[in-house]
């Protein structure tokens, strides 16, 4: 189990949340649920419904579409975020690589913080941004 002072500064390092005001991370991260998984555990199936993204505080997590990996997200980065922000199912599948300790934030709790925070809103594009860049310059 993380403290508060761990989890506020686990969580500070984490680029959707890194330009926040500490009293608002405290605030979220007091609402996240921690979360532990075994090796080879499917935390979430392609076409499934989703409404959490995780934030990876041990341990590996492999995205994949099918056997396709897609990326390996290790500590400190987090993956599930698409499911949050639409209403689709999950585009990928995520299956731990060896035990893992995550933070789970719902979409609730989500979009309760960005009501009372909406600066979180604009970090969540900035950071969104720069992935569908990253991804249009690895394709190009």
């Known amino acids: 189990m993380l403290t508060s002072v761990d989890r506020l500064l686990f969580v500070r ?40 993204l995780y934030i990876v505080v041990s341990g590996r997590v492999r995205v994949h579409i099918g056997d396709k990996p897609l990326i390996e997200i290790e500590r400190g ?5 698409l499911a949050v922000f639409d209403t689709q199912t999950r585009s990928a599948s995520a299956t731990t690589l060896e035990p893992c300790e995550c933070l789970e934030l719902t979409q609730e709790q989500l979009y309760d913080a960005i009501e009372e925070t909406p600066e979180i809103a604009v970090n969540i594009i900035r950071e969104l941004s720069r992935l569908i860049r990253k991804l249009n310059d690895t394709n190009s």
């Open 13 to 52: 390092r984490v680029p959707i949340f890194k330009e926040l005001r500490d009293d608002f991370i405290v605030r979220l991260t007091s609402v996240m649920n921690e979360l532990s998984f075994p090796t080879n555990y499917s935390i979430f199936r392609q076409g499934e419904e989703g409404r959490s």
């Open 77 to 81: 980065k987090y993956f599930g975020e």
